[in-house]
């Protein structure tokens, strides 16, 4: 392990996820206090940012190793489907579908990562995608009283609090059930984000980045990249796929088009890249930047508030090519430019325990676009 | 037992089909297969071709055969233009800059498209060629199938001629294979690509002036079609622009048996489709080694 | 003295008008403004939009203009889920209208339990009955006083359409769907209906609608169609899959008695197409529609918009918040108790006539049923009305 011998530099990436379990503990108090009513609606739309981060952060993990998935809507759809079929057949509790959805979509990532081994770039990814359609239609014409086949299954909520009349209003009930998924989902956020950070802190950060620049070199250098593949393969559905089955329980159905829709994969892609590929926060800040984004334009623009944010996202790829995070830290980085400067590598944008020696070797080792005739 | 003029229609209805596949995927594979452009906004291209269409014989009258000769190069046009003001500066970027930033795009047209023509789907209305079928025997042949299944072979074979000999083509391939090599030949290579990008463009508009005629254009027709042209392109391997027709002729033969034969087969269409695409793609990667 | 006194007055009776006004009514509307079934939200839009007009023309609601918030859903059940949310919350509406897709009601149906605002609503068909181990919209809230449906149940659907299918004295039926929670059910009710009626349905066979992904080419199944020579052809579908099928139907020379579609809309057009002709459609409302009503919202539809009311949305929605107006003005009070006693009395008005709340098979609140349903017939470019005979504008023509 290449650590500087001056030890390790400050652990902002630890001091970010504590930061940011700490805000999500008090976060929905802190709404209610300020807004009242309307923070029921605000829980909404930081969960629905929560899910988007979930998503992008677990995409993110498979793409260190430069396997580009189009299936995620596959894993999401598996879990979604998982804790539904529990639900209508056994009788077990019903948070037991969650973890239960997280499992099967592991093994589906199992089974598509070994097929898939041995493609490259969009091949890979066209195959993941046929992956995830074959799914869907396999869904649609399961039979109906089995699976619910294209009329789908309705699915019970995880909470429903009790109103009880006098005691307390009706909205108070909403809350209470918001704030409720919103600790689920800021539980499996955070459960990701560790994950993640374990990832970019371990030895499999540079095994996924090795087989991500050159997959053949890394495989002579002794990387073994069919287990790397399968793992990050694996971690990167099981997030999705619990994902998946937490939202089954908030929307309360699951139907074909809906649980294996293809925006879901979409997304899962487009979010990182706008937020900074891998790295743990930079899908984050994508989520919660492109979820404010969209929810900002809608309450300004009426018609058309779509297109506001089709060229968001093209300004950004064209003046931050990084993506958000990625050039507010590359551009950090370069303020102190040289090794001379022993400046503090810990930028926002990198998880790296920023040693002094790193500074220099930084950008051609982690960021393979700096290739020959690109940008330096 | 099976009515062997059911499954001879399948057969043809299929081979059919495939002209329209083809149509969209070739500019796909210009794009994807020779430059490299990872283009998400290829259906949306074609969408805006097909409103074009629809918009040119609501306002003047003008009938689909004629607007093609309108509407090809005006989408050439459009293409060039994203190009040169988006496209050209992500070149270098990694594919995935590519991507998000075609995504942008296609959002962009798919909402303007929404905002100027609304929701409802359209109707080029009032031509009289879009139900004939000539009875060859008990098999049915469409003449709107037909005609895009030349077209897509007139237009697959020509681009296939195009690169393979003439000094345009000769330079996108040689672009595309070594940029920066082929700067130091002396190839403009901005200037190939701006042509490369506005001629997939300008496929994708074609394709769009058909499906104007056989669908109800909406500002979403695209998505369908743009998976399905995805994996037809990858699927026949990148730079394989002759293989695309070939492909298509596969698949669509493959789900229209399954339409025909199966009961409710044409519910399975998509997942034939697709299963072949991953099987053919994991295949031929094992056989790799 | 006196002036003073007298600029008091005023300035009281201004402040207390002032304030009433601030108090007008605001009405939260859920639609599906974008995504794939844009067209319905943006028909839903105008509805709403030209009755708010002539409501608070005639005098607004409870003395103040009526005001309404409308909500994107997107026809997705999160984005609809947040929307509703908002409307509840950060803008405290009391009344929510508007709705379209079933998969977005039901995923709101929890909500709408938890907050137990009033809801009228002009979408979601699924009733779930018929469908096992599935509950659907009536089934889950049908029951609910605070509930209001005004759109018909899928089976009100189906029977109007059997009802013509039998009236039009064909024999053998071959049914096609497309093959979503729309199409599936709706199907097997309809023929379970017609061969309870004593027709035979040789061919039940489904398709990929170009909504949901498929890419239009629908030839397989109507050569199965064709195969069977049925005497009427019954389609469902959405409005994009219109023009491939009628076009495809005439291209394999399949040539029934009749041809009958029952897609939530049809595309704009279509009329003027060869391809239309003698096709017949279910449709909720027609801009030629020879009642006064009918006329005066079509007029007043197209000197507002530019063009006809062509979405029978439209329609729903206009007599959704013109309802809501009736309703709140005859309690005097926003009171939900008070209010839903007048919903249950009151007859309201709508470009499709007068109407009512009754009980459904699980319902309790029912607007339109069955008799909303109109079948109109392409006859050279206009679209006539054949079915009811009591309200034909055109006697029904065969396609042979």
Known sequence: MTRAASGRAFPWDAVGLIVLIAAAAVAPDVLRALFGRASVSYLSIVTNALSLAILALSWDMLARTGQLSLAHAAFYGAGAYTTALMLRHLELPMWLGIPAGGVVAVLFALLLGSMTLRLRAIYFAIATLAFAEVLKSI??????????????????????????????????????????????????????????????????????????????????????????????????????????????????????????????????????????????????????????????LRRVFDDGYLIGYGVVLVMTILFMPRGVVGSIGYAWRKRGSGPSRAAPSAAPGSDAAGAPTRAASDAPADDPRAEAGGDA | MIDPTLVLQALVSGILAAGLY???????????????????????????????????????????????????????????????????????????????????????????????????????AGIPYRSVGFELGPISVGLVPLASFLISLALVLGLYWMLARTATGRAMRAVAQNRVGAALVGLEVNRVYLVAFSLSALLAGIGGVMIAVIQSPTPTIGLAFTLKAFAIVVVSGLGNIRGVLFASLFVAIAESMVATLVPNGDTLRNAVFFAIIFVVLVWRSRRIA | ?????????????????????????????????????????????????????????????????????????????????????????????????????????????????????????????????????????????????????????????????????????????????????????????????????????????????????????????????????????????????????????????????????????WPTEFAAAPEAQCVTGLIGFLPNLPTPEAQAFTTAYTAKFGSEPDNYFSALAYANLWAYADAINAAGTTDQAAVIAELEAGTFRSPIGDWSFQPSELGKHQGFTTDLWLVFQYQDGVREIVWPVEKATAPLVSCR
């Not at chain 1, 706008?274 to 984004?293: D, E, H, K, Q, R």
């Not at chain 2, 190009?83 to 959002?107: C, H, W």
């Not at chain 3, 013509?164 to 309809?190: K, N, Q, W, Y």
């Open chain 1, 139 to 296: 869904a649609h014409h399961a039979p109906t009283a089995f699976a619910g086949g294209n009329a789908g299954m309705n699915v019970a909520p995880l909470f429903r609090p009790a109103f009880v009349a006098g005691e307390m209003e009706r909205w108070e009930v909403a809350f209470l059930r918001n704030e409720a998924y919103f600790y689920v989902y800021a539980g499996l956020l955070a459960l990701t984000v560790l994950v993640s950070m374990a990832l970019q802190r371990s030895r499999l950060r540079h095994a996924f980045t090795a087989i991500r620049t050159n997959e053949d070199v890394a495989g002579v250098m002794g990387v073994r990249p069919a287990r790397m593949k399968l793992l990050a393969f694996m971690l990167s559905a099981a997030g999705v796929g619990m994902l998946g089955a937490v939202e089954a329980h908030r929307i309360g159905s699951v139907l074909p088009d809906q649980s294996f829709a293809v925006a879901t994969t979409v997304l899962a892609l487009v979010t990182p890249i706008f937020g900074g590929l891998y790295t743990t926060l930079g899908p984050i800040v994508g989520a919660l930047g492109l979820s404010s984004v969209q929810e900002l």
């Open chain 2, 22 to 124: 083809a149509l969209v995927s070739v500019g796909l594979a210009l794009a994807i297969g020779v430059i490299g452009i990872v283009n998400f906004a290829h259906g949306e291209f074609f969408m805006v071709g097909a409103f074009f269409a629809y918009q040119l014989f609501v306002s003047f009258g003008i009938d689909p055969i004629v607007s093609l000769f309108l509407v090809a190069p005006a989408l050439a046009l459009i293409g060039a233009a994203i190009y040169a003001s988006t496209i050209r500066f992500v070149l270098k970027a990694p594919e995935l800059n590519q991507m998000l930033l075609t995504f942008g795009l296609g959002i962009i047209l798919q909402n303007l498209a929404l905002l100027v023509w609304g929701g409802d789907p359209r109707t080029i």
């Open chain 3, 1 to 265: 003295m006196q002036r003073t006194v007298r600029s008091l007055f005023t300035m009281l009776a201004l402040l207390a008008l002032g304030a009433a006004a601030a108090q007008g009514v605001t009405i939260g509307v859920l639609t599906p403004l974008t995504g794939g079934a844009a067209g319905t939200g943006q028909a839903q839009r105008a509805g709403f939009e030209l009755a708010l007009d002539e409501i608070n023309a005639a005098g607004g609601v409870l003395g103040a203009p009526l005001s309404i918030i409308i909500e994107d859903t997107q026809a997705n059940a999160a984005v609809g889920l947040a929307a509703f949310e908002k409307l509840m919350t950060e803008d405290g509406v009391e009344f929510i209208a508007g709705g379209y897709s079933s998969g977005v009601t039901l995923a709101l149906i929890e909500s709408f339990r938890t907050f137990q605002p009033i809801v009228m609503w002009i979408g979601g068909a699924v009733s779930g009955i018929g469908i096992d181990g599935f509950d659907g919209i009536e089934e889950l809230i049908g029951q609910e006083d605070w509930f209001f449906h005004v759109h018909p149940w899928d089976y009100h659907n189906v029977e109007a359409a059997t009802g013509f299918v039998a009236d039009t004295g064909s024999s053998s039926v071959a049914l096609l769907h497309e093959d979503s929670a729309f199409g599936g059910p709706g199907s097997a009710g309809a023929q379970a209906l017609l061969e309870g009626a004593g027709l035979t349905v040789p061919l039940r066979e489904a398709f990929t609608s170009t909504l949901l992904g498929g890419t239009g080419d629908f030839r397989a199944a109507i050569a199965k169609a064709a195969a069977t020579d049925a005497d009427l052809l019954y389609w469902i579908g959405y409005d994009s899959d219109v023009v491939p099928l009628t076009s495809q139907i005439r291209e394999l020379n399949f040539r029934p008695q009749y041809i009958f579609g029952a897609p939530p809309g």
